[in-house]
């Protein structure tokens, strides 16, 4: 049974940071693809970031570019979202995916595996 557990969401002022992990378990981690998604208020879950097995390819939605980074160590089964510059419309519920494949995906279909989100807010 495949796990991912998100943590470290949290209140933060606009223009701070915060580094979302996820730990996963119950399946080869290493060799599937991870994103990271988000759904504010009132929206559709869309996609943030997403990386490859190995980390050298990696996706970000044009809203985030230059202020997220997305990061994987294979070694502890745990991708990281760090966040920069944070934004009131930053706010929403994180989520954490495993792909269904090695390489990068952006469809909400191509990921099997969800964690439970983790709430970050931005205040302004």
């Known amino acids: 049974q495949v796990q991912l557990v998100e943590s470290g969401g949290g209140l933060v002022q606009a223009g701070g940071s915060l580094r979302l992990s996820c730990a996963a378990s119950?399946?080869?981690?290493?060799?599937?693809?991870m994103g990271w998604f988000r759904q504010g208020p009132g929206k559709e879950r869309e996609i943030v970031a997403a990386?490859?097995?190995?980390?050298?390819?990696?996706y970000y939605t044009d809203s985030v570019k230059g202020r997220f980074t997305i990061s994987r160590d294979n070694a502890k089964n745990t991708v990281y979202l760090q966040m920069n510059s944070l934004k009131p419309e930053d706010t929403a519920v994180y989520y954490c995916?495993?792909?269904?494949?090695?390489?990068?995906?952006?469809?909400?279909?191509?990921?099997?595996?969800w964690g439970q989100g983790t709430q970050v807010t931005v205040s302004s």
């Open positions: 995916a495993g792909g269904r494949t090695a390489r990068v995906m952006t469809r909400i279909r191509e990921y099997d595996y």
């Open positions: 119950g399946r080869t981690f290493s060799s599937y693809a």
């Open positions: 990386i490859n097995w190995n980390g050298g390819s990696t």
